[in-house]
């Protein structure tokens, strides 16, 4: 059976607030009450002149927290509740005749006696307030400045009893198939039938005497629940929970978007049938995604809920039994983790170490503490833990098993993707408590939690946090040396371990001692950089200057196992390396820094250019965020050699042409007449040239180019029915047609620059195709006029390349000719750019928009001279956008070769999507990861079709790499499928 999530929110069982929307007692007998403030004709009638029914009362509220009533508001309700058992205080709730209710506040108690079950009461509103509890709409006075009671000595002047009568009829609630708007029953009588209390309350009472109140969940056979909330002063408080199935009546209200069922007596609860079967099993649970997925679900908000059907699992790694873990279980699934916080303690014998848990996330909420992701529901309109009451209905426990193997983590090379382990089961080995630690406990008294450095020989170190609740908080730290299994967390960019016991801590080794730290030194300004060991501790500081000896550099994802000791043909263009001494050889013990492509400083420092930088002292000045898994410098902007002066780039006059270039004539090109002259408005040494039978320009890495391609004299059209100018054209890397323009003049001179003349920029009969060759018609009036191709790029990088191979003045063919101008490219034709990774540029993949943690292959290559390796160190991804045409049949296909793996190494994560550049539909399989029947080391082949949705109007292609897993790809490609 599938089990609904009823409540959208959640709310904190902890509440001592024992007024609002809580407890309603039992009917007194029936008989004529005279109450309070009875204006009565000669009749004994009440005689009050009702303004508005409670259901316009309520559509008065602003939903502010305290609104005040300033009209002549009068209303009447039947009273549904009683204080005679304890279970209600100080208020009475009135339901309308149509319905609606609404809860009254009166400091007073004993209100039983004043206003009966079933009783006419008459609200006089002016001068009252409006406000809410959690929901719960309620009517009251004003006590320091918030909504209160009103006080028992105006009462009378603003509640009025009328006639003795019977409570309405309850509504019948099934709280499987939940109204939509179920707010219209809020402070309403109601009645529940076929339910029982759930297992887990079996034995217990209606409420204790720990808290003010407690919470007891009702279930349906479905596994719907809804809770019944007790004061501990309510007579029947420590009645047992009947263990039988039937039938509740009670007034439904509702706390921060949870339901709440509010006894007058237990009388009202009948269950005289036999317990029915609850809950699915968890086997009977089919998950939809894997953590990693749910993870990359998250959008980063403070409060993100999950709205679709999603079913994830993972095996419990946490255990509170020792206390040093308080309300949450943590499971991890393939390599990642999520912390599920539960408004429940003891947790160990729910849900034990590797136990398998299944989670329906429908209806929680997604957030992060410090960085660390979680998954729980909601308190206070903030991020919380799922309460009790809803345990069942979102965690399944499976089968029980062992906690999975512990990822070895080194201090001294801690990963990249460290974010990607966190909530995961880690070890290291090697370590002990700082030497400062010794003769300290886990924990003291003073604060709720305490950390303690563990430190490895290399002084590297890494915080075990422990409270001082846990069991062992007051036990002596262990002095010698050894391992360590914990839970891995980050709280704001820092790892942390936490306990699960004392007795995953193996240290019984004796003591090494580390290498003594360097003091830190310097305020980060030019003249008193920071050195390496002041900038470990200022990470987040943005504009600071660093000093350092360049030792080398890292070529590829680990300061670790990828530094390249000095200046070697293996330097990175990328990075450098600084520490404190240029005969350092630890590259740990170092500083990364991120040379931007294109600056002056890569330029300048990179070791593959400048080998000679190798030992060099060097200042730089950047931002000290996390590189390479480590403190390192990024967006580094400045650089000096001595502390003092900033090195600056020389600027040089530019260089290239400026003015006319050489011609190109029509025999340089294909099939056509028209020579053309060339002239560069802006100096450059990019300009219009011609080879192999067509004319080129490509801007790239050039800066900023205006270059135009003139004929040389004008081209008569006049003789032309539908004139015209046709192109065969090819762009690629395509930046905007605002950049590659097809233009006419009718008063240019016929040389010198061009911008001084008056041009009128051509439109084509059809689209033009935005890459690929293709031929456009260019509409052109009747007359004799200079032609010109005007190409611009605006800086090294927003350049298109664009190819004119013919250029013909004739007649503008029309849609159905028997050979129509089609831009689209041809079926069969590859649209994926540089699928073969044969062209590369500053260690990149040409035409690929995204390409983490890749590196050109020229071994292991399946075909061509070069392939790309994909390291992942995580989640990688390597990505192209492409155009297509919807209703078209797509052939996608790929060679794969994993290197190292375990067979969860790479998948197919793409997407169909319209002009929004919204996905409007997948190419891929959330549960397949590439098929590695070949074996690590041999080349694989992956090929599926797919067909574009409506609307459809490109393909987001990515393939990603997991884990630690290496593969090699090659010959890419999306294909029109050729229908015969």
């Known amino acids: 059976m599938k089990k609904n999530n009823l409540l959208q929110f959640f709310r904190s069982l902890l509440v001592s607030f024992l007024v609002a929307s809580l407890f309603i007692g039992c009917a007194k007998d029936e008989k004529e009450l005279d109450g309070p403030g009875q204006p009565e004709d000669e009749t004994g009638t009440v005689d009050i002149e009702i303004s508005h029914s409670i259901e316009e009362v309520i559509d008065l509220y602003d939903e502010s927290d305290m609104m005040e009533i300033i009209d002549d508001v009068v209303f009447k309700g039947t009273v549904i509740s009683s204080d005679s058992a304890g279970n209600v205080y100080k208020y009475i709730t009135l339901q309308g005749e149509n319905g609606y209710g609404i809860q009254v506040k009166l400091n007073k108690s004993g209100l039983y006696a ?19 509890y959690g929901g719960t709409l309620q009517i009251g006075g004003v006590y320091e400045g918030s909504l209160g009671n009103i006080e028992e000595d105006v009462i009378d002047e603003y509640i009025v009893a009328g006639e003795q009568g019977t409570v309405p009829t309850a509504t019948v609630l099934d709280i499987d198939n939940l109204p939509e708007d ?65 039938t509740i009546s009670a007034i439904l209200t509702v706390y921060n978007g949870t339901l709440q069922l509010t006894l007058n007596t237990s009388d009202d609860v009948v269950f005289e049938s036999d317990r029915f079967e609850e809950v699915p099993d968890a086997g009977d649970l089919e998950t939809t995604h894997s ?11 403070d409060l993100m809920e999950m709205t679709a059907d999603v079913v994830f699992k993972g095996t419990v790694i946490s255990s509170d039994s020792t206390g040093n873990v308080y309300k949450y279980i943590t499971i991890q699934d393939n390599g990642y983790g999520i912390q599920i916080k539960l408004n429940k303690t003891s947790l160990y014998t729910d849900y034990a170490l590797g136990q398998t848990v299944f989670i329906k996330a429908k209806g929680l909420y997604m957030g992060n503490y410090g960085g660390s992701i979680q998954m729980g529901g909601i308190y206070e309109e903030k991020f919380g833990n799922i309460e009790e009451s809803e345990i069942n209905n979102h965690l399944f426990a499976g089968v029980e098993g062992n906690v999975p193997s512990a990822v070895a983590l080194d201090l001294s090379a801690l990963p990249d993707n460290i974010e990607d382990l966190s909530n995961t089961w880690v070890t290291l080995s090697n370590v002990q408590f700082a030497d400062s630690e010794l003769g300290k406990k886990y924990a ?9 450095t563990l430190v490895d020989a290399n002084g590297n170190t890494i915080v075990v946090r422990t409270s001082k609740y846990s069991d062992f908080a007051g036990e002596t730290l262990p002095e010698k040396n050894g391992t360590i299994q914990a839970i891995l967390t980050i709280f704001n960019g820092t790892p942390q371990l936490t306990l699960n016991a004392p007795d ?22 030019l003249t008193d950089a920071y050195n390496i060991a002041a900038a470990v501790q200022n990470v987040d500081a943005t504009g600071v200057w660093v000093k350092g000896y360049i030792i080398g550099s890292v070529n590829g994802s680990s300061l670790a196992s990828n530094f390249e000791a000095g200046a070697t043909d293996n330097s990175s263009y990328s990075n450098i390396v600084i520490a404190a001494s240029a005969d350092e050889a630890d590259a740990t013990k170092g ?11 890569r330029s300048s420092l990179n070791l593959k250019d400048n080998p000679e930088m190798a030992g060099k002292e060097v200042w730089v000045k950047g931002d000290i965020l996390t590189y390479f898994g480590v403190p390192g410098i990024k967006s580094a902007s400045d650089f000096s050699f001595d502390g003092a002066t900033v090195e600056e780039e020389e600027v040089l006059p530019p260089s290239g042409t400026i003015g006319a270039g050489d011609d190109i004539l029509g025999s340089s090109l294909t099939s056509t007449s028209i020579d053309f002259m060339t002239y560069n408005v802006l100096q450059n040494e990019e300009i219009w040239a011609a080879a192999n039978g067509e004319a080129s320009i490509n801007g790239y890495n050039n800066g900023e180019v205006e270059s135009w391609m003139i004929s040389k004299s004008t081209v008569d ?50 689209d033009r195709a935005q890459f690929g060759e293709s031929l456009s018609q260019f509409v052109v009036t009747s007359g004799s006029y200079y032609i010109a191709f005007k190409y611009l790029a605006s800086s090294n990088t927003d350049a298109s390349s664009w190819t004119i191979k013919t250029v013909v003045a004739g007649e503008i063919e029309e849609e159905d000719d028997e050979t129509p101008v089609d831009p689209a490219p041809a079926p069969g034709e590859n649209l994926i750019l540089n699928g073969g990774f044969e062209n590369w540029t500053d260690d990149k993949p040409d035409s690929w928009t995204k390409a983490e943690n890749v590196s050109q292959e020229s071994t292991v290559v399946n075909e061509g001279s070069s392939a ?42 793409s997407f169909f999507k319209n002009a929004a550049n919204s996905s409007i539909g997948d190419i891929k399989d959330p549960n397949d990861y590439l098929e590695n029947s070949a074996g690590n080391g041999s080349w694989n082949t992956y090929t599926a079709e797919y067909t574009a949705p409506a609307d459809a109007v490109s393909i987001y292609f990515e393939i990603r790499t997991y884990g630690s897993a290496v593969v090699v790809y090659d010959n890419v490609s999306i294909k029109e499928k050729v229908v015969e």
Do not use: C
Not at 291 to 301: A, F, N, R, T
């Open 114 to 132: 004043d206003y009966a079950l079933g009783q006419t009461v008459f609200v006089k509103g002016k001068g009252l307030y409006l406000g809410n």
């Open 182 to 246: 179920i707010e219209k029953l809020y402070n309403t009588w109601v009645s529940v039938a076929n339910v029982q209390f759930d297992n887990s309350e079996m034995g217990n009472t209606y409420a204790e005497d720990e808290f003010s109140a407690y919470n007891r969940t009702l279930t349906t056979a479905e596994g719907n629940t809804i809770i019944v909330r007790t004061s501990q002063y309510a007579d029947f408080a420590n009645e047992e929970l009947p263990e039988q199935s039937g």
């Open 291 to 301: 953590i990693q997925e749910v993870l990359d679900m998250y959008d980063g908000s």
């Open 444 to 452: 003291d008294d003073e604060f709720s939690a305490y950390n303690r």
């Open 504 to 525: 995953d801590i193996d240290f019984t080794n004796e003591r090494f001692t580390t290498t003594p730290p360097i003091d830190a030194e310097g305020t980060g300004i």
């Open 591 to 601: 500083m990364p820094i991120q040379l931007l492509s294109g600056s002056f400083i």
């Open 717 to 766: 059209f006049s003789s032309f029915t539908k004139p015209g100018l046709l192109v065969t054209e090819n762009l690629n890397y395509f930046k905007g047609f605002e950049k590659v323009q097809v233009m006419v003049s009718s008063d240019y001179a016929g040389s010198g620059d061009p911008s001084q003349a008056s041009w009128t920029v051509l439109s084509t009969e059809t």
């Open 868 to 909: 790309v390796k994909h390291t992942a160190g995580g989640t990688k991804d390597i990505s192209q956008t492409i155009s297509i045409q919807a209703g078209k049949t797509y052939i996608v296909s790929f060679d794969y070769n994993v290197e190292s793996g375990d067979g969860t190494d790479g998948r197919l994560w």
